[in-house]
């Protein structure tokens, strides 16, 4: 059984700096995509990055491209967002998500508030 735990969030001023983690346990890490997402209060939930599975490839949304950035550590099973001059829109909780082969698979997310 795969599961999934994000840690790391938590409340920032505007231009502040948060790091994501997401803890990968069950399965085969390093064969799976991996990617971050996140849900605002009354929006759709969105895709906020990728990462192919060893590592050499990302892609972000338009939304935080040079602003965050998405890792992988296979050895510890662990996928981070890091996230530099937050906005207030950034404000969301983020999910980590597991991608085919082996499952697609979501983690329980973690609330970033972004507020003066």
């Known amino acids: 059984q795969v599961q999934l735990v994000e840690s790391g969030g938590g409340l920032v001023q505007p231009g502040g700096s948060l790091r994501l983690s997401c803890a990968a346990s069950?399965?085969?890490?390093?064969?799976?995509?991996m990617g971050w997402y996140r849900q605002a209060p009354g929006k759709q939930r969105e895709w906020v990055a990728v990462?192919?599975?060893?590592?050499?490839?990302?892609n972000y949304a338009d939304s935080v491209k040079g602003r965050f950035t998405i890792s992988r550590d296979n050895a510890k099973n662990t996928v981070y967002l890091q996230m530099d001059s937050l906005k207030t829109e950034d404000t969301a909780v983020y999910y980590c998500?597991?991608?085919?082969?082996?499952?697609?698979?979501w983690g329980q997310g973690t609330q970033v508030t972004v507020s003066s």
């Open positions: 998500k597991r991608n085919p082969p082996g499952g697609s698979y």
């Open positions: 069950g399965g085969i890490f390093r064969i799976a995509p």
């Open positions: 990462i192919t599975s060893g590592g050499r490839s990302t």
